[in-house]
T-cell receptor
Framework: GAGVSQSPRYKVAKRGQDVALRCDPI?????LFWYQQALGQGPEFLTY????????KSGLPSDRFFAERPEGSVSTLKIQRTQQEDSAVYLC???????????FGPGTRLTVL | GDSVTQMEGPVTLSEEAFLTINCTYTATGYPSLFWYVQYPGEGLQLLLK?????DKGSNKGFEATYRKETTSFHLEKGSVQVSDSAVYFC????????????????FGQGTILTVHP
C-alpha cells in the first residue's frame, strides 16, 4: 500500500528564494506532522494538523515558515526568503489519529546555497 | 520542556554481540516512549514503544523497558546482525496532567550503529 510521500526529494535553493515542500499523507489519516532534521541531529517538531486545522505551530522557527493543509489531506510547507540555516531534511508524518503511530515519509533534503 | 538524551555514538559491534543504547528523558507529564530506526536510504520506522511505567516494548529481537524511577528507556538486543546497521532514535510523546496527547514527538540526537560480519 502507499505510504507517506514527499516531493521533491531534493531541493537546492539560492539564499533568498522561496520554496514549497509537499506531503501526501496516507489516505484517511487525520493527523499530520512536520519535523525538521538538521544533519547529525534528531528530528524536531515544527507543526501539527488535525484534518485541515493547524492545532500547533509552536515549532516553526520564524515567520518565514508557513504550513497549510486546506482540504485535510495534502500539506505544503512553505519557506520564504530561505537562509543557509534552513538547510535540513524536512520530514512529514501522518497517523490515523492522535496519539496513534506516526508513519514517516522519506523526507525532502533542502540545501540553501 | 521535554527532552531526550541518547548515548553518544557511533557504536560499532561484531555480529552476534550484545547491544545496549542508553536513553534518558525529561518530561513534564506522563510520556509514552519510543524507539525509531532509520535504515540506510529509508524513512523513519517505529521499532517499539511503551506507554506506561514498567512496560516492555519488543520487536525484531530488540527490547526496551520503561523505567520511571530512572527516567530511562534503554534499547537492548542480545545478538545483533549486520542487517541491524542503522540510526536509532529514542523519542517521547508527552501527555499532560489530563493524560491526553496529540502525539507530538520529541527525539534524541540519534545513535549510529554499525555491525560488522
Amino acid at each position: 500500500g502507499a505510504g507517506v510521500s514527499q516531493s521533491p526529494r531534493y531541493k537546492v535553493a539560492k539564499r533568498g528564494q522561496d520554496v514549497a515542500l509537499r506531503c501526501d499523507p496516507i489516505s484517511g489519516h487525520v493527523s499530520l506532522f512536520w519535523y525538521q532534521q538538521a544533519l547529525g541531529q534528531g528530528p524536531e517538531f515544527l507543526t501539527y494538523f488535525q484534518n485541515e486545522a493547524q492545532l500547533d505551530k509552536s515549532g516553526l522557527p520564524s515567520d518565514r515558515f508557513f504550513a497549510e493543509r486546506p482540504e485535510g489531506s495534502v500539506s505544503t510547507l512553505k519557506i520564504q526568503r530561505t537562509q543557509q540555516e534552513d538547510s535540513a531534511v524536512y520530514l512529514c508524518a501522518s497517523s490515523l489519529g492522535s496519539p496513534l503511530e506516526q508513519f514517516f515519509g522519506p523526507g525532502t533534503r533542502l540545501t540553501v546555497l | 520542556g521535554d527532552s531526550v538524551t541518547q548515548m553518544e555514538g557511533p557504536v560499532t559491534l561484531s555480529e552476534e554481540a550484545f547491544l545496549t543504547i542508553n536513553c534518558t528523558y525529561t518530561a513534564t507529564g506522563y510520556p509514552s516512549l519510543f524507539w525509531y530506526v532509520q535504515y540506510p536510504g529509508e524513512g523513519l520506522q517505529l521499532l517499539l514503544k511503551a506507554t506506561k511505567a514498567d512496560d516492555k516494548g519488543s520487536n525484531k529481537g530488540f527490547e526496551a523497558t520503561y523505567r520511571k524511577e530512572t527516567t530511562s528507556f534503554h534499547l537492548e538486543k542480545g545478538s545483533v546482525q549486520v542487517s541491524d546497521s542503522a540510526v536509532y532514535f529514542c523519542a517521547l510523546s508527552d501527555r499532560g496532567a489530563g493524560g491526553t496527547s496529540y502525539g507530538k514527538l520529541t527525539f534524541g540526537q540519534g545513535t549510529i550503529l554499525t555491525v560488522h560480519p
